[in-house]
């Protein structure tokens, strides 16, 4: 019996199933990954230079720039049938909780519900001086050129300037959204595991987590990226070609009499 043939069967027999996701489930949309060159105003920038509090204090008008126009790319990709066929799992009658390190809400356009996002979301700006939620005004546009800075806007109980509110290097995951993760896959019975590299930690331990309390992972993804453990299966290929044939073969859960 194959890999595959393993994971729907193994998909079939669960109650609780956890979708782990990284950026290999949304560069199927568009979304390009902090390996792949920018382009544009930022093609002589590297994410990992912007994506800092130190940066965001040394130029906030540009840092801000930066973000208007990953959130504008973001709103232009559309969920794939990655991101879909997650959602279809949801309606097999299964526990389903789905942990991503992504910070588009693509899993939510495609219907999942309650997405934990380790590493923050694009959608929602925060105070860099109280941390609270902020809101962003209308009309806010990514800026055309490096000339044009837009100045980040102020929050309403401090007047600090927002940012972003997704996890910076150098930064902690929350740690409520990460216990909550945590929970989850220790009582799953199926990790999925979609276009993640294994290389971010803390997130990279999920999948160990996983194995560790014994549950079958199904890892998904381009290349090999399994470590031999027995409970550990490993489907090669896109996310949109491979979720969607794996998911079409899960019956309904049977409900408890």
Known sequence: MSDFDYAARALSNAREVVVFTGAGISVESGIATYRDPLTGIWAQHDPRDLETANAFRKNPPFVWGWYLWRRQQVTNAPPNAAHLAVGQLAATGRKLSVITQNVDNLHERAGSVDVLHLHGSLCTPKCFACHRPGTLPEHQIPIPSEGALIEPPRCGRCSGKLRPNVVWYGEDLPSDVWKSAVALVKNCDVLISVGTSG?????????????????????????????????ELMLIGKATEVLPKLIALVPRAEQPQ
């Not at 987590?209 to 027995?230: F, K, M, Q, R, Y």
């Open 199 to 231: 290389i971010v930690t803390p997130a990279a331990d999920i999948p160990r987590l996983a194995l560790s309390s014994g549950a079958t992972v199904i890892h998904v993804n381009t290349e090999d990226v399994s470590t031999a453990e027995p409970n």
